[in-house]
């Protein structure tokens, strides 16, 4: 019989499959509970935003439109954008979720023989774009949990040609400042490609902290990509977008998928984009669920990497495996960081007040469990 695995390209080869996060009604009918509460995939718990629903119903309102493919070149999506951010409609991608923007950058700047870097500790859909294209990633050990900017600069040689940053970063939640990035800007080459993902840019509400969007005038090799999914509560539709120079994005276009945006994402993220009531709701609501789990995990005297995302990034001081499991028996499912380097930490979303209570009660009995054994 024929190995397909040998058919494969090499960098294919060697890659996992992606674990997404386990999924609620699967817990429930492996363990038969009554509630399960899901705080493992950095999800908005309040939903969608209304104006999207709206838009969404408005469109099912024509159900012949669901038998036609939606529009390829998301203009409407992209003229909402472009209004919102201040930028040209020649300069945006739009995405199936930021991950496939991430995935077409790699498939247009990487190759056999080149070399990608990221962080230590950052997302893990970096390597496994720059692997399944057949390039090479660079790893740079982590700064505090954080990205080492000057590292990472010191780490460019003749074959980098594409330098992944995440602000915030996922699964730390660690960030950099303004000034460290221009002064990480400044040491790389104008003929490298710096991807900015700013997917949990919404969730920090420093006014003087680094907004990429602004920064593309003044650095043309630069890629800002953000997502729908989280504070907008798009997740399940899968909508995101990247903006970089007219160049650079034409590049893009060309390996876009025809209608890699279905229509529902469509006409939900042209709503949702100017939700700033909603968004503001949502900003407010992690804030405070961010303190509620901050508070908590200091009176079980468990650390955690400071976050400016919507979950917090705990140490469980041995290794987490068991307490993840003990939690899903109690109804609560976080996320394991192992695949990341981080064995002994969870990464656990903010949900609602109640959600972060029923959490916080089923983690506080699985370590009074753990004492007594």
């Known amino acids: 019989m024929t190995n397909f695995l040998q058919q494969a390209r090499a960098g294919v080869q060697g890659l996992a499959p992606y674990q997404p996060g386990k999924p609620v009604d699967e817990l429930q009918r492996e363990l038969g509970l009554a509630r399960v509460v899901k705080l493992a995939s950095n999800e908005n718990p309040l939903g969608p935003s209304p104006k999207a629903l709206a838009a969404m119903q408005k469109a099912l309102a024509n159900p012949l439109e669901l038998g036609r493919y939606p529009d390829g070149s998301g203009f409407r999506l992209k003229q909402a954008i472009s209004q919102r951010f201040g930028c040209a409609l020649e300069a945006i991608t739009l995405g199936n979720g930021s991950n496939d923007l991430l995935d077409i950058i790699a498939r247009v700047f990487l190759g056999e023989g080149d070399e990608a870097i990221y962080a230590q500790y950052a997302f893990a ?71 900015l993902d700013e997917a949990y840019c919404e969730f920090v509400s420093d006014p003087a902290a680094l907004n990429g969007l602004a920064q593309l005038v003044r650095y043309p090799n630069l890629i800002v990509t953000r997502t729908l999914a989280k504070a907008y509560g798009l997740a399940s539709l899968r909508v995101g977008y990247g903006v970089a120079s007219v160049e650079i994005s034409g590049l893009l276009n060309r390996v876009r998928q025809p209608f890699n945006v279905n229509s529902l994402a469509l006409v939900a993220a042209e709503a949702a984009i100017n939700d700033d009531e909603f968004v503001q709701k949502t900003r407010e609501m992690n804030a405070v669920g961010m303190k509620q789990w901050l508070l908590a995990t200091q009176s079980l005297n468990l650390a955690s990497i400071p976050s400016r995302g919507n979950f917090l990034c705990v140490d469980m001081s041995t290794e987490a495996m068991p307490t993840f499991q003990a939690l899903l028996r109690e109804g609560v499912i976080v996320r394991p960081v192992a695949n990341y380097g981080l064995p002994n930490h969870l990464r656990i979303s903010i949900g609602t007040e109640d959600e972060n209570s029923f959490a916080i009660n089923g983690l506080s009995r699985v370590l009074d469990a753990q004492v007594k054994a």
């Open 125 to 195: 859909v970096y390597p496994l774009s720059v692997q399944a294209v057949g390039a090479t990633g660079v790893c740079v050990p982590a700064l505090d949990y954080g990205h080492d900017l000057t590292a990472m600069a010191q780490a460019i040689t003749a074959k980098t040609k594409v330098i992944f940053l995440a602000n915030p970063n996922n699964p730390t939640g660690t960030w950099f400042a303004e000034a460290d990035f221009h002064a990480f800007m400044a040491a790389v080459p104008a003929h490298i490609v710096v991807v």
